[in-house]
Structures are given as C-alpha cells and as structure tokens.
C-alpha cells in the first residue's frame, strides 16, 4: 500500500519537476522573458499553495484513496497539454494543471502513513516517503535532459505523461484507505464546520512553528531544482549543461542521504525539532554567502557543497509536518498538513518570482543572456526570506513549548 502511494508521489515530484532542466529550451520555444520563465514555476507554486487546505479538507473529506488517483489524472492530462502546447498561454494553463495534480499528492500519502503505521514510526516513514518520493527530481534532471536533447519537446513531455497513465491504473486496483476499507470517509463538513476546523489548527501555536520550519527549509533547494538551478550553474557559474545536471542530481542525493537520518533524530529527539531547523538553516545562509561573495566563478567542490546543504533542506521541511501531527487531533490532521504545507511552496513562489525580475533588471533587453553579476544579486533575494522566516520559527518554538510538557510530547510522538 505505502509502495504504490510513494510510487504516485514520486510520479508527481517528476512531474513538477520535469521543467527545471528545460527552463532553456522553454525561453526558446516560447520566446519569453526570465520573468515570464519564472510565471512557469509561479503559477504552478501558486496553484500548488492555494490548492493545500482545500485539499486538507477534501481528504479528511472523501479519503485520500479518491483525492490521490484525482490528482494523478490531472497531472497527466496537463503533461499532455504541456508537450503539445505551442503558445505561451496554452503552456501556463498546462503548468497551472500540474499544481492542483501536484498538490493532491503528498497529503494523501501523509494521511495514509498516519493510518498504516504506529505512532512511533510515522516521523522515519514520513521521511523515506519524503527522501524516496523526491528521487522524482532525479529522474527528471538527467533523464529529462537526454529525452528533451534527443526526443525533443514534445515526444519527452509525452513520455513523461504516460508514467502518470502506468501508475493510475495500479493505483486504482492496489489503494486503500485504511486496514478496515477501500473507501474512508469523514463528515459532511459545513462552512461552518471547516471555518471552526481551519481556525482550531492555525490557532495553535504548533501549526505555526510547522509552517514557519516549512517555510524557512525548502524554498533555495524548490527554487534551484524547479527552475533557477540550471541556468544558475550554467550561466551564473560557467559550467558545462552536464555539470548543471550533475549539481541538480547532488541536491536530490542530499535529500535522499539525509531524509531517513532526520526521521530517526526527529522519533529519538522531538523536543529539539526546532533547534535541527534552525541548525539546517543557519547552514545553508553559511554556504550560500560563501558563494555569493567568491570572486568569480565558485569552485566545484565549494557547488557541491553547496548543492548539498541546500537539500538538506528538502527533508528538514518535513520536520514541520511532525510538528503539526503532534498538535492536532486525528480529524484535523489533513488540513493542518495542509496549512503547513503552504509555507515552503510560498517562500518558493515568492523566490523563483523575485530571481526572475532581478535577472531582467540586471540583464534589461537581452532575455536569457544571464550575468553571473546578475546571478548574484538575483540570489541574494534568498535573505530576506531567511530573516523572516527564522524569525518567526524562533517566536513560535516558545510559545509551542510553553503549551506542551516534554514528556507528553516525547510519549505522542
């Protein structure tokens, strides 16, 4: 049950993933600007935000047996438009259908772990769902370069469409809700109902220090391996479209190795989530300033490194979710999870949209001859988030430990 859910996430994180090593070839195909380049990855982020506590709510709703097969058909339906697409608009609306595919994904998967495996294990399962799920990016970095080089635009992003097919179809046959039922099924709720619900999970302060750790932890590794990270690499750092690959391939390697370490440290050690966050970003600002400030062009261990660290980041946004598991009740589980999961894909949105308007400030009149002066201050937008959100993570793991006793926490997780 868990390999064929993690199997349709991981489709998903392809899927979103897909454009990050085409960001090139798109600017040519539909002759856009930087800025239009990042609507791309802005619209698909905004969609994917906006969709996450609807999606909560559809889940604690009809089940995610029903929301995650939904989600799979879109995603493939949008591949599908996206690699026959020739006009910019046409394009946009297919990327929008990949974020409401996207986002009825991993809630789906978060709630069918809740309700699979024991207590004590949902924290290490949660991260190898995680670690596992995002090898999608991998696929979607090498593979997806060879396939665009040598099938071109259309027959790739077709091929890409036909896993979505592959693995509805198991899908349908394997799932289940629970160990009870194929179908789960929650209360009627009423406007009212998911007004009191929303307003019980935001208002703890659990909820917020999830979605301010989600917040602060995912956006640089989200922004570099859906869209910046390629033409950072390639035309920021002067290296080869191999290497750029090869960088992509080290931040999902990084997500993959660190994953199920977080998970274990995260069961052993929940009272200290907080401090590993802010740890794991206090890191990546460390190596990104050693970048930024290199004279010329960074060294290729010091972009490995850099690589690395960033995905760190990718399983450390989980940690959130872990966090809002151990402050709400069953019942709210999904659209806390939800509300939780705006945070990092905000701080993303945000970012690939503040890269893209820097570089064509930096680079006016000549869309994709990229600077790597340019680069560097467009990078730079990356602080403001950090401030903000380290900010915030510091302000609400007081008032969280305040509310919950040590000991109470360490016997719910």
């Known amino acids: 049950m868990w390999l064929v859910a993690l199997l349709i996430y991981f489709v998903a994180v392809f899927h979103r993933s897909s454009l990050a090593v085409a960001g090139l070839a798109a600017a040519d195909r539909f002759d856009i600007s930087a800025s239009q380049l990042a609507a791309f990855t802005m619209l698909q982020l905004l969609v994917y935000a906006g969709m996450q506590v609807p999606v909560g709510l559809l889940v604690d709703r009809f089940g995610s047996r029903s929301v995650l097969l939904t989600g799979t058909l879109l995603m493939t339906i949008a591949q599908v438009g996206f690699a026959l697409a020739t006009s910019y608009p046409l394009a946009l609306l297919a990327r929008a259908l990949v974020g409401i595919g996207d986002a009825m994904t991993f809630i789906c998967v978060l709630r069918l772990v809740s309700t699979w495996f024991p207590a004590r294990r949902i924290p290490f399962v949660t991260q190898v769902t ?6 999608g ?17 259309t027959r790739a992003y077709l091929v890409a469409a ?3 097919v592959a693995l509805g179809v198991v899908g349908l046959l394997v799932l289940r809700d629970s160990p009870a039922g194929r179908h789960l099924r929650g209360p009627t709720l009423s406007l009212g109902a998911v007004r009191a619900s929303l307003a019980a999970s935001w208002s703890h302060p659990g909820t917020r ?15 570099l391996t859906l869209l910046w990270g390629y033409p950072f690499f390639v035309r920021g750092e002067g ?14 390697l990084a997500v993959m190795c660190a994953g199920p370490v977080l998970g274990w440290l995260v069961g052993a050690h929940p009272w200290h989530r907080s401090t590993t966050v802010l740890g794991i970003v206090s890191s ?23 690589a690395a660290v960033t995905g760190v980041g990718g399983p450390a946004s989980m940690i959130g979710f872990d966090v809002g598991r151990t402050s709400n009740p069953a019942e709210r589980l999904a659209s806390a999870s939800g509300i939780i999961n705006q945070g990092g894909f905000v701080a993303s949105l945000l970012l690939v949209v503040a890269i893209g308007l820097v570089l064509d400030w930096r680079t006016p009149g000549d869309s994709g001859a990229y600077t790597p002066s340019a680069f ?34 360490e016997q719910v997780g």
């Open 209 to 223: 220090l999830g979605f301010w750790m989600h917040f602060s932890t995912q956006f640089s590794s989200t922004a």
């Open 137 to 153: 990016s991998l696929v979607a970095a090498i593979p997806m370069t060879w396939a665009l080089g040598h099938l071109g635009w």
């Open 130 to 135: 995680g670690t596992l799920g995002q090898a």
């Open 239 to 252: 290296r080869s479209p191999a290497t750029a690959g090869l960088l992509l391939t080290v931040i999902v």
């Open 162 to 164: 036909a896993l979505g």
């Open 284 to 306: 990546i600002v460390t190596v990104w300033t050693v970048v930024l400030l290199w004279p010329g062009d960074a060294p290729l261990w010091l972009l490995v490194l850099l």
């Open 376 to 409: 560097r201050w467009a990078m730079s937008a990356q602080y403001v988030l950090w401030a903000l959100g380290l900010t915030q993570v510091w302000r609400y793991r007081r008032r969280a430990r305040a509310v919950v006793s040590r000991d109470e926490l």
